[in-house]
């Protein structure tokens, strides 16, 4: 189990080395895989402008629990919609 174990952190090593060589999405997503976490259902919003997302959001939410206060939009200098984790 133990070379089970280190070869996984060496897998996890390489998908973050990956953030200095790809786009933060495609690097955050390779990860997630990686970490058991992916889905079929994404959207391309078309760029990673913070106000494209939260218009996204504005346009799509069925209630108002998103909070662009609490959620520090403001500070956002990028934002990407990797996908949908649930229904």
């Given at each position: 189990m133990a070379t089970n174990n280190a070869d996984f952190r060496n897998v996890i090593r390489a998908a973050l080395a990956a953030f200095q060589k790809k786009p933060l999405s495609e690097a955050a997503t390779g990860l997630l895989a990686i970490l058991g976490y992916q889905s079929d259902r994404t959207v391309n919003l078309g760029d990673s402008k913070p106000q494209t997302f939260l218009d996204f959001v504005r346009s799509n939410a069925?209630?108002?629990?998103?909070?662009?206060?609490?959620?520090?939009?403001?500070?956002?200098?990028?934002?990407?919609?990797?996908?949908?984790?649930?229904d």
């Open positions: 069925s209630s108002s629990n998103f909070n662009e206060t609490k959620a520090l939009a403001t500070d956002w200098q990028s934002a990407n919609l990797l996908f949908q984790l649930t």
